[in-house]
């Protein structure tokens, strides 16, 4: 049976957690204020999609595709976005919350986080070269042989990142963040 091909549909106000999606390939499609909460996305292809105001939290990424993805507001608690299939992996975020995320291992390259909370995200062995964290909280997010060249971090806050185990040769950071390269250090900085 071939898995059906979804294009340039908008998606409002509808509860996936209930029905379910249709697996197939979504081309150019927008959600707005759906529900995926625990959804099986898995297999599923998004290309050239925007989530918007949608609820994702925990909802099975296994090999779904996520192909020049825009997500707007959403909540995204714990999901697993390792699982997902790296090819053409592409993601931006904004005002979205990312809290317990796993982006183990993924290559984001150039990736934009703009005003999201990422509090214990896993970041472990990502490349992040030139990805932009603009007003992000990073509060005990992993990071661990992590690549962050060419990475801005100037306006985040809340990060521990040990400049012994990742890769930080060009990355940005302001002078209240740089206490966040320092921390396993256990001293005290004060003004």
Avoid: H, W
């Avoid at 898995?3 to 998606?11: G, H, P, R």
């Amino acid at each position: 049976m071939a898995e059906s091909v979804v294009e340039y549909q908008v998606f409002e106000r509808v509860d996936f957690s209930e029905s379910g999606l249709q697996k197939g390939e979504y081309d150019n499609c927008t959600f707005s204020s759906c529900a995926f909460s625990g959804v099986d996305l898995s297999g599923v292809a998004f290309v050239e999609c925007t989530f918007r105001d949608c609820n994702m939290s925990m909802a099975n990424m296994r090999s779904t595709a996520l192909k020049d993805v825009s997500f707007r507001n959403c909540k995204l608690l714990g999901l697993n976005f390792s699982e997902c299939n790296p090819f053409l992996l592409s993601l931006d975020f904004e005002d979205c919350t990312l809290n317990l995320a796993s982006f183990y291992r993924l290559k984001l390259k150039g990736t934009a986080f703009k005003n999201c909370s990422l509090q214990e995200a896993d970041f472990a062995e990502a490349d992040l070269t030139k990805a932009v964290f603009s007003n992000c909280d990073l509060g005990s997010a992993m990071f661990d042989g992590t690549v962050l060249e060419k990475a801005d971090l100037r306006t985040s806050v809340g990060y521990s990142i040990d400049p012994e185990a990742n890769r930080l040769k060009g990355a940005k950071f302001s002078v209240d963040g740089v206490t966040g390269l320092l921390d396993k250090y256990g001293i005290i900085i004060s003004r």
